[in-house]
Structure formats: C-alpha cells, structure tokens
C-alpha cells in the first residue's frame, strides 16, 4: 500500500460495502475537518466510489468496480463484495 491516503480510502470503501448508502449519511460520516486529508475527494478522483441518483430516491454513494478491485488486491479478506 502507498501511503495512510490508501488506507484510510480502504476503510471507506469497506465501510460504504456493497450496497449503496444515502450520500448524505457517506458525507456526514467521512466529514474532515482537515482539508489534507479528503478520503472521499481522493477515493472520488480514483474512481473508486461514485454518486448517483437512483430513481424515486435520493442521492446515494457506491463502491464501483475499480474501488472493489482495488479492495480485493488490498484487503483480500474483505470478501463482502460480489
């Protein structure tokens, strides 16, 4: 792994799973006060999670295929995804 950067866009990652969750509560909860550090801006810029708007719902974020790969190749025993 390069860096905390990747490690801390794992536990992201891991924490979002496979299904999508309500963008809002992914915002609320990975929220930095350090603007050094944004795992979701990072994790974004890498393609690893996207958000989307789903029809009749509200905006959620979702692991894409690059983030779950890239979870497999670093956390191999993660194993909650397809």
């Known amino acids: 792994m390069a860096d905390a950067l990747d490690a801390l866009v794992l536990d992201l990652l891991e924490w979002i799973g496979p299904e999508p969750r309500p963008y809002e509560e992914v915002i609320a909860a990975w929220r ?24 009749g719902c509200e905006a959620v974020a979702a692991v894409t295929l690059a983030g779950e790969e890239f979870l497999r190749r670093n956390r191999p025993y993660g194993g909650r995804f397809r």
Do not use: I, K
Request: charged share 40%.
């Open 32 to 55: 930095t006060s350090c603007p050094r550090l944004p795992v979701w801006e990072e994790a974004n810029e890498r393609g690893y999670v996207e958000r989307r708007q789903e029809d």
